[in-house]
Structures are given as structure tokens and as C-alpha cells.
């Protein structure tokens, strides 16, 4: 079965500073995706950054990168510089076998002036 | 272009009546999903449309649901006899080719209540 673990309900960094979220998997799958989404209080679901499991360079969308660790199926989210904007409920989610994404169930993370 | 559109936004409804919840793709996208956000939960994929058809519907978390798609554009979720149980907010989400890279865009919403 193909499963996403978010250990974090909540987080809070301080505006300009940098802050993690964890996320771990599990699949079978040797060729996979895996993503981070971000979902503001106005519910529309934002894909903030893609990784590929073959490709070894880590993924970076300006302040957004991700630390993916295959053998460890960890793929956290590091947001630089964190911005009032930034702050919102943020998924991991794990490519399906049927083309849906399979999700973790989310950090709401706060942002602190 | 316009995104993914659902209709609608919200709605109250009473236990034991029927529901239906649209959503409008993006234009020219073949793939179509449809996802359950409950409250304190993550999202759980319901049911997903390669052009009109749907594969498998092992996801629909009981008979009293069901889904279909015309014309390879719009999608309706119904909802027979609603529950409780069934409050949440259903995101769908489309997708400009089936199990290529899950390039997948949500639409809004619809959160359901069930008084």
C-alpha cells in the first residue's frame, strides 16, 4: 500500500526565518512523484513544488526546496525567508497507481511578524 | 484560460436528501478527480475520469455515491440519501493527461454540511 506520514499538525517560524516540514512514504514503486501543496484558508490547493524519485538533484522553487532522501523515503519542505503569505496548511502527497495523489494529513503552518 | 470551477461553493443540506456537486474542468483536459477533505482529515481520493470513463470506483466510500461525466468535460458527484458523516469539502481536480507526470490543478471546493 502506498501511504504519506506528516508527523507535524502545526508549525510556526517567525517571518524571515526558515522552517521545515517532515514527510515520509511508503511505496513499492521504484518511479514515483512526490509533491508539496499548499492550501490557504481560501481551500484551492496549490502545488508548490514536484519531485521526480530518478532525478537525485533536490527540487527548488525560489524559497521552496525540498530534502528528498530516497532510501530513507523522507521528503521534507524547507521554506526560506518565510513570509506572512506563506502561512497555510501544507500537504506532502505521493503519486497513486490510478493517477491520484495519495496525502499526508497536513501541517498547518503559522507565521509570526 | 479559466481554472477549475465547482459549483456549488457550499451547501446546506438535511440529512436523507440528495446532493449534487459540479465541477467544470479545464478546457481540453482528459483526466478528471475527484477528493474528500474531511475535517481534521487529509484528502481522500474518491473516483477518477479518463475521458467519460471510470475505471474503478472502489473509492466512493459507499453506494449512496456515485459519479459520472459527459461529453469529456463536465463531472457530477452525487450524493443519495446524505449522512453526517458526509460533511466535508469535495475538491476535484483535472488534468491535462492520465498518469503522465500528476500534473493536477483542484478547483475551489464544495464543502457539504448535512444538518
Known amino acids: 500500500a502506498q501511504t504519506v506520514t506528516q508527523s507535524q499538525p502545526e508549525m510556526s517560524v517567525q517571518e524571515a526565518e526558515t522552517v521545515t516540514l517532515s514527510c515520509t512514504y511508503d511505496t513499492s514503486e521504484s518511479d514515483y512523484y512526490l509533491f508539496w501543496y499548499k492550501q490557504p484558508p481560501s481551500r484551492q490547493m496549490i502545488l508548490v513544488i514536484r519531485q521526480e524519485a530518478y532525478k537525485q538533484q533536490n527540487a527548488t522553487e525560489n524559497r521552496f526546496s525540498v530534502n528528498f532522501q530516497k532510501a530513507a523515503k523522507s521528503f521534507s519542505l524547507k521554506i526560506s525567508d518565510s513570509q506572512l503569505g506563506d502561512a497555510a496548511m501544507y500537504f506532502c502527497a505521493l503519486g497513486g497507481s490510478q493517477g491520484n495523489l495519495i496525502f499526508g494529513k497536513g501541517t498547518k503552518l503559522s507565521v509570526k511578524p | 484560460g479559466a481554472g477549475v470551477s465547482q459549483s456549488p461553493s457550499n451547501k446546506v443540506t438535511e440529512k436523507g436528501k440528495d446532493v449534487e456537486l459540479r465541477c467544470d474542468p479545464i478546457?481540453?483536459?482528459?483526466?478528471l478527480y475527484w477528493y474528500r477533505q474531511s475535517l481534521g482529515q487529509g484528502l481522500e481520493f474518491l473516483i477518477y475520469f479518463q475521458g467519460n470513463s471510470a475505471p474503478d470506483k472502489s473509492g466512493l466510500p459507499s453506494d449512496r455515491f456515485s459519479a459520472e461525466r459527459t461529453g469529456g468535460s463536465v463531472s457530477t458527484l452525487t450524493i443519495q440519501r446524505t449522512q453526517q458523516e458526509d460533511s466535508a469539502v469535495y475538491l476535484c481536480?483535472?488534468?491535462?493527461?492520465?498518469?503522465?507526470?500528476?500534473?493536477?490543478?483542484f478547483g475551489p471546493g464544495t464543502r457539504l454540511t448535512v444538518t
Open positions: 478546457s481540453g483536459h482528459t483526466a
Open positions: 481536480a483535472s488534468s491535462p493527461e492520465y498518469l503522465r507526470t500528476y500534473e493536477q490543478y
